[in-house]
């Protein structure tokens, strides 16, 4: 079992920076994949970026050049650094973790973060 949290959510202006903190516990060394995902208002969620356990990011279009996933296996955490926010990533924002596994499916699950990009 992994128990992940979330912290750094909050309300910016657009242009705006965040950075996004996911601490995890428990059974952590058996942690693969970690990544953030996001869930507008009336939307699916959706990947914004992840890393694989070999250290290989993935990112959605949208956020390229924008946001910056990195993680520390030593702390067990995953951060998102998210530079010139847009109102259109207004959502809220989850980390996940695959397990190795099941390195393909993201298994757990934090609580979510809200991030608010006003205009």
């Known amino acids: 079992q992994v128990h992940l949290v979330e912290s750094g959510g909050g309300l910016v202006q657009a242009g705006g920076s965040l950075r996004l903190s996911c601490a995890a516990s428990?059974?952590?060394?058996?942690?693969?994949?970690m990544g953030w995902y996001r869930q507008a208002p009336g939307k699916q969620r959706e990947l914004v970026a992840g890393?694989?356990?070999?250290?290989?990011?993935q990112y959605a279009d949208s956020v390229k050049g924008r946001f910056t996933v990195y993680r520390d296996n030593a702390e067990r955490a995953l951060f998102l650094q998210m530079n010139s926010l847009k109102p259109e990533d207004t959502a809220v924002y989850y980390c996940?973790?695959?397990?190795?596994?099941?390195?393909?499916?993201?298994?757990?699950w934090g609580q979510g973060t809200q991030v608010t990009v006003s205009s």
């Open positions: 890393v694989t356990g070999d250290g290989i990011t």
């Open positions: 996940a973790v695959s397990m190795d596994w099941s390195p393909q499916d993201y298994e757990y």
């Open positions: 428990g059974s952590t060394f058996s942690i693969n994949g």
